[in-house]
C-alpha cells in the first residue's frame, strides 16, 4: 500500500507537541494541533466578558503553547510563515477532524491512563488505516495499545523524538505487538527522507535504545565524579567536543534539558529493569541528588548545575554548584595539563587515544567511564537491539556524540581494550571475547566500499541496510577513495566519474592548502571526471577565510602579499564558477564569509536544511572580497524586471552584508538571496553528499557547458552611492553606528554602485572584483580594522569600536 502523508494531527501541544507540529510544518506537511480545554476564563478573558463556550478561551492552551514554542530560541521553525501550516484547536470541539488526517500522534503527558483515555476517543474518529503512533519516551508499546481493535493496534507504533525535534536527529521507531511490519518499513523511510532523521528501529524495552544508554552513561558518570571529587567545569571541560561530543558536555547539558527530566528517567529505569546487572547505577548519588531535591533543575528553574546571576547594575555573573558544600561558587577555569597537550591533535580520534592513554587523573576518569559503558552496551545486545550499530545510531543521533560507544571502542583497539577492562572489573559480554577468537578485531569494517557491522547471530560482518544511499567520506577513506591530499584538502573518488573535495583545517577555514585544493580538485575534474562536489562532514562546512595569515601580513603592512592572496582567493572562486565541469558545493550548518561566497559561485548548490550563511566580513572591519560582494551585486542585476524599483532590492542586499546577516535555515537563505531556484535543499544530513554527487550527474547529462564570463552587470553609479550615503550619513548622525562602520559602509556601497559613474552603467565581473579588492586592500590597513580582527582571534568576541 503507498502511503502519502499530507496532513498530521497532533495530540498535545506541550514543549515536544509543539514543536514537532513545526518540524512537520517545516517539511509543507499541513498540522492539526489540539490541546484539552482549560477549566475557566482566565482573569484577562473574564475582563473582556469572555466565558468558556468563546473560541479563544476553548482554545487557549493549546495557542498559548504554540505562541511559546514560537518564541523560543533557537526557533523551531524554518520561516515563521510556515506557520500558516498549522491549525489550533481542542479534543472536545475538533478531535473528529482527525478523520481527514493520515497521520495522529499523540504527545500528550507520559501517564499510561491519560493516553489510553484519549486513544478510547480516537478510535470513535479515526479512519481505518490511518496511522497512529505514540511519542512516548518509555511508557512500552503493549500497555499503550492495550484493549484497543485490530486495525489500531496494527497501525499503531511508537516515533519517540528527541527535543528539539528540528535539530536533534535521533527518531525511535518502536513496533506494538500487532504492527503490521510495512508500518515500520514505512516510518523507517519516512522519518529519514521526509523528517531527515537518524530513524533507528528499537525494541519494546524501558526508555528503548537512546536513553537507556544515554542516561545509564550519564549516571555511571555522576557516580564517578562523585567517588574521584571531580568538578563541573572540570567535568564539562574533560566530556565535550574535545572528545567528539556536544558542546554542551555534562552538566550544561542536563540544565538545558532539565535535571528533573533526566532524574525521571533514570528512577523509572531503576524501577523498571528487574534483570539489569547494572540496575544500582541508576540510583541517584548525593551531587544529582540534592540539586534535584532542591529543584535546582537547570534553566527551566533559574538555577542547576550552573547558576546566572543577574546583578541590579546589569552585569551577569555565572557561577557552578559545589560539590562539597552544595553552595554556588564562581566558574573555575581549570588548567587540565593533559587536555593543553592534546589541543593539537585534530583528529578526534587520535585524541580520544592520547587522552585515554594518560597516566593521571584525565586518563584514569576517561579509561573508568568508557570501559563501563563498553562494558554495559555490550550486555545490552540482544536485549534492547539485535544488531550494535544500532546502538551507535541512537546514541549518536539523540546525544550528538560524534562516535558511538561501539565506534570508540574500536577507535581504542578492541583486543587492547579488553585486556584493560577485564584487569579493571569491567567483564563485557561473552559475544565479544567470541569474536576476537574468531580473529575478528573490530565492531566495523569497510569492504567494497560499505561500511559493515559484526552480526552477533550469524558471526559475520553484514552491510549497515541503507548504506548504499549514502556516501560517506569516512567510508571513501578506509574504502582507499582518495585520489589526492595536502595538509588541508584531500580528493576521493565518488563513483560514477564525480570526485568530491573534503577540507579538513580547523573550523574548515579556507587557507593556502584549500584554495590550492579547489584548483588542484577542478583541474583533475575537467581532464578526467564528470564534474566536482565540494563538501565535508566537518562540523561545519566552513568558517571563512584564515584570518590568522590576513592579521600577520596586515600587521607587517604587507599589502603586495595581501593583495596577491586576495587576488588569487578571487580568481579561484571565478574557477569555481567557470570551469568547463558542473561543481555542486553542499554546504552545512556554519558557511561563512569565503564559505559563503565560494557557495555563491557554484554551478548549484546542495544545501543542507540548516545553513548558517552569511557574508560577515563586516564584523572583523572588512568588505567581502573573494567575489561576495560582486556577486550579490550581480544577483540585484539579474532580478531586474521592467517596473522594479531598482533601489530597494540593491538596498536590501547591501543591508545584509552592512548588517552581516547570516541565515537561520536554508530556506531563510534562499529569501536572503544566497540560494537561488537552482539551488537544493536536503533535509537529512546523511544524504547530503549523495545529492549533491546526483545533482551534478544531473548537470553533466543535461548537456553543461561551460557558462560565459558576466560583462553586463548593471549597476547604478552616483544614484546608488546618494542613497547610500544619505543613509550612512543618517545613521552616524544617530550613533547607531561607529565612525569606523561609516567607512565601511562607504567602501561596501562604491563597490555595489561600481564607482563614482555617472549614470547607469554595464560592468563586468572583473570590474567589481577589482573594486572590491582595492576596498579589503584599503580597510585592512586601518588600526580599528585590526583591532576587530585581534578581538575576534584571541578573544572570541566581536569588537564595534
Not at 141 to 147: A, P, R, S, T, W
Not at 403 to 418: A, H, M, Q, T
Not at 786 to 800: A, D, T
Request: hydrophobic residues 40%.
Amino acid at each position: 500500500m503507498k502511503r502519502t502523508i499530507q496532513k498530521v494531527a497532533i495530540l498535545g501541544s506541550g514543549v515536544m507537541g509543539s514543536r514537532i507540529a513545526c518540524h512537520f510544518a517545516n517539511i509543507g506537511v499541513q498540522v492539526l494541533l489540539l490541546d484539552i480545554l482549560p477549566k475557566a476564563p482566565n482573569e484577562g478573558e473574564t475582563k473582556k466578558g469572555l466565558s468558556l463556550e468563546d473560541k479563544p478561551v476553548r482554545n487557549r492552551i493549546v495557542n498559548e503553547s504554540l505562541t511559546n514554542t514560537l518564541k523560543s530560541k533557537p526557533s523551531p521553525i524554518y520561516d515563521q510563515s510556515f506557520t500558516s501550516r498549522i491549525k489550533t484547536g481542542n479534543f472536545e470541539d475538533d478531535l473528529s477532524k482527525i478523520k481527514n488526517y493520515d497521520w495522529v500522534i499523540e504527545v500528550v503527558v507520559e501517564k499510561l491512563e491519560i493516553k489510553q483515555s484519549l486513544y478510547e476517543k480516537v478510535e470513535m474518529h479515526r479512519k481505518p488505516g490511518t496511522l497512529i503512533t505514540s511519542n512516548t519516551s518509555g511508557i512500552p508499546m503493549k500497555m499503550l495499545c492495550q484493549g484497543r481493535s485490530e486495525d489500531f493496534q496494527e497501525n499503531f507504533a511508537g516515533t519517540h523524538f528527541f527535543n528539539p525535534p528540528r535539530y536533534l536527529r535521533l527518531l525511535e521507531i518502536i513496533p506494538g505487538p500487532k504492527t503490521n511490519p510495512d508500518i515500520i518499513t514505512f516510518l523507517m523511510d519516512y522519518g529519514d527522507r521526509f523528517l531527515g532523521k537518524e530513524t533507528v528501529l528499537c525494541k519494546d524495552t524501558p526508555a528503548f535504545i537512546a536513553n537507556r544508554i544515554g542516561v545509564y552513561a550519564m549516571m555511571s558518570s555522576m557516580h564517578l565524579i562523585e567517588k574521584m571529587g571531580l568538578g563541573v567545569s572540570e567535568v564539562d571541560k574533560l566530556t565535550g567536543t574535545v572528545i567528539g561530543r556536544a558542546k554542551s558536555a555534562t552538566f550544561r547539558t542536563m540544565d538545558v534539558v532539565g535535571l528533573d527530566t533526566m532524574v525521571n528517567v533514570a528512577n523509572n529505569l531503576h524501577q523498571a529493569l528487574q534483570n539489569d546487572e547494572s540496575k544500582d547505577q541508576f540510583k541517584l548519588p548525593e551531587i544529582v541528588k540534592v540539586p534535584y531535591e532542591n529543584k535546582w533543575w537547570g534553566d527551566k528553574t533559574g538555577k542547576g548545575f550552573f547558576h546566572m546571576i543577574r546583578h541590579d547594575n546589569g552585569k551577569k555573573e555565572l557561577k557552578e554548584l559545589d560539590f562539597e558544600s552544595f553552595e554556588y561558587k564562581p566558574v573555575e577555569k581549570p588548567d587540565i595539563k593533559a587536555l593543553g597537550e592534546a589541543k593539537d591533535i585534530q583528529d578526534v580520534k587520535q585524541r580520544i587515544k592520547f587522552l585515554v592513554n594518560d597516566q593521571n587523573t584525565v586518563g584514569e576518569f576517561y579509561r573508568s567511564s568508557y570501559y563501563d559503558l563498553f562494558r554495559y552496551c555490550s550486555l545490552r545486545i540482544p536485549e534492547i537491539a539485535d544488531q550494535l550499530f544500532r546502538i551507535d545510531q541512537a546514541v549518536c543521533a539523540g546525544f550528538g556524540w560524534e562516535y558511538g560507544p561501539f565506534e570508540n571502542w574500536d577507535i581504542l583497539g578492541v583486543r587492547d581494550s579488553l585486556k584493560k577492562m577485564e584487569a579493571a572489573g569491567h567483564r563485557p559480554a561473552d559475544w565479544v571475547l567470541e569474536m576476537l577468537d574468531a580473529g575478528n578485531e573490530s565492531f566495523y569494517r569497510v569492504e567494497n566500499g560499505q561500511k559493515q557491522y559484526y552480526d552477533i547471530a550469524s558471526k559475520t560482518y553484514q552491510t549497515i541496510p541503507g548504506q548504499e544511499e549514502f556516501i560517506q567520506l569516512d567510508t571513501l577513506r578506509a574504502g582507499k577513495k582518495k585520489i589526492w591530499g595536502n595538509a588541508g584538502a584531500s580528493l576521493f573518488d565518488m563513483g560514477d566519474d564525480v570526485v568530491c573535495l573534503e577540507f579538513h583545517t580547523k573550523m574548515n577555514s579556507l587557507g593556502a592548502e584549500v584554495v590550492e585544493g579547489i584548483n588542484t580538485a577542478i583541474n583533475m575534474a575537467e581532464k578526467n571526471y564528470k564534474g566536482l562536489v565540494i563538501g565535508n562532514e566537518g562540523a561545519n562546512f566552513s568558517a571563512g577565510a584564515n584570518l590568522s595569515m590576513l592579521f600577520m601580513f596586515a600587521g607587517d603592512q604587507d599589502f603586495d602579499e595581501i593583495n596577491l592572496m586576495i587576488a588569487q582567493f578571487q580568481k579561484t572562486m571565478m574557477r569555481v564558477r567557470y570551469s568547463s565541469v558542473p561543481v555542486v558545493i553542499a554546504p552545512h550548518n556554519m558557511a561563512l564569509g569565503g564559505g559563503c561566497e565560494m557557495s555563491l559561485h557554484a554551478d548549484a548548490i546542495q544545501a543542507h536544511a540548516e545553513l548558517y550563511m552569511g557574508l560577515v566580513e563586516f564584523g572583523v572591519g572588512l568588505i567581502p572580497a573573494g567575489g561576495g560582494t560582486k556577486e550579490m551585486t550581480l544577483r540585484f542585476s539579474n532580478e531586474l524586471k521592467a517596473g522594479d524599483v531598482e533601489l530597494n532590492r540593491l538596498q536590501e542586499y547591501f543591508m545584509n552584508i552592512a548588517t552581516a546577516k547570516v541565515s537561520t535555515s536554508a530556506v531563510e537563505a534562499r529569501a536572503l538571496g544566497y540560494l537561488e531556484d537552482k539551488d537544493d535543499i536536503t533535509i537529512n544530513r546523511k544524504r547530503q553528499l549523495a545529492e549533491a554527487k546526483a545533482k551534478v550527474l544531473e548537470l553533466y547529462d543535461g548537456g553543461y557547458t561551460q557558462p560565459l564570463a558576466n560583462k553586463k552587470i548593471k549597476v547604478l553609479g552616483q544614484t546608488s552611492l546618494a542613497m547610500f550615503e544619505a543613509g550612512i550619513t543618517g545613521m552616524q548622525y544617530g550613533a547607531y553606528i561607529s565612525d569606523h562602520d561609516a567607512k565601511i559602509a562607504r567602501k561596501l556601497a562604491w563597490v555595489m554602485s561600481g564607482g563614482d559613474l555617472s549614470q547607469p552603467t554595464e560592468v563586468s565581473e572583473q570590474y567589481l572584483l577589482d573594486l572590491e579588492r582595492e576596498a579589503f586592500l584599503s580597510l585592512t590597513g586601518e588600526k580599528k580594522t585590526l583591532e576587530r580582527i585581534q578581538s575576534i582571534l584571541f578573544k572570541g568576541k566581536p569588537l564595534r569600536n
